[in-house]
């Protein structure tokens, strides 16, 4: 087998992820600010939600002019939400009980945490314990990272592994382990070590896996296995009639790995017995679905790589995930990387009412430390 070959330009510039995107957030916060909602109101909501945070029972107008932020009668506050659950921010769930938080209520509280400083926001919580993984050992470091937000979040904590192929590599190894197994060894461009075993649909000589290695090496560094595949399918008929087998060969090799990768689990999940705790009967009826999809995880995957690349740390609230097993929940996420490019992401699953002002920072400090981990390799 010949890999001779010289490939095309290697691919531009990886898109960096120390400057997150935070316009989505701040569109939304813009539009509020808009809106009729005057300083009073903001107050009595913000007292709602986060009293409901806490309590997880209704507001009533006569405890929130206890607490003493606003002068106004009971009655005063009492027309304030009337108001707020005429704009959809609040709800009533009996005639004679007080105000809770919709989605909508949360949406905006949570909203209004973006909108305080990071620097004020991290200050709100002490900073995640330091993970003791050793230097390049990923695998470990995702498995602390995922219990570390279990036990700090007291929800279910989780991590979105990296998928090889679709990871820039510096250098990248075939080894042939059995007839038809192949091991894929990757080398990030900060010396971050990353394998996994496929079984191909043909054996391999360890001769033409290292012909394979020399080629894509020295002709596609700094891509992806999956941009080289598409390289390639661009340039075979240039070379068909000398180089067909080969081609052949190697596109077997990258479909079989891009294949196997895109139905591997790549979510490591903790503490999924504390999220049942924290359900009522009733609730465990309807989230049933959502443990049997954690055993498959396709869902979840599939949602988080949706949202992989966007703001530093999202946060969505009951239906905003478009996934109805967790319409009754909240799902924090963020993302890690290398100077490079976004790896994967981590974040927490738990009911609506999260202690926010906690769980933000405390997911965004856990994404920090793995990139810095990652970095820290080179």
Known sequence: MAFGMTSGSACASARQIDIPSTSAIMNYVASMRNSSLREKDRIVLNVIVEHYLKIGKP???????????????PATIRNIMVKLEQLGFLAQPHTSAGRVPTDQGLRFYVNSLFEVSP??????????????????D????????????????????????????RIHFHHIRFVRIAEAKVMIILVTSSNLVLTEIITTETGFEQGELDRASQYLN?????????SVRDSLLGELPHFKSKFEQAFNRLMVLLKDSIVQEDQADPIILQGAARLLDKFDEFDLKRLKSL?????EKAGLAKL???????????????RESNLPEIA???????HYGDRSQVMGSVGIIGPKRLPYKKIIPLVDDVAKKISEKITQTS
């Open 59 to 73: 507001v009533s107008s006569g405890l929130i002019h206890q607490k003493g932020m606003l002068s106004d009668s």
């Open 119 to 136: 620097v004020a926001l991290d200050r709100l919580v002490p900073r995640a314990a330091d993970f003791s993984a050793g230097k390049g």
């Open 138 to 165: 990923l695998t470990s470091l995702l498995h602390q990272a995922s219990r570390v937000l279990a036990d700090e979040s007291d929800s279910l904590g989780f991590v979105l592994s990296p998928r090889v192929s």
């Open 218 to 226: 020295q002709g596609f560094r700094g891509k992806t296995l999956v």
């Open 291 to 295: 443990f049997q999809n954690f055993e």
């Open 304 to 318: 988080l790589s949706d949202f992989i690349s966007l703001d530093r740390v999202k946060v969505l609230i009951g």
């Open 328 to 334: 009754e929940c909240s799902l924090i996420l963020s």
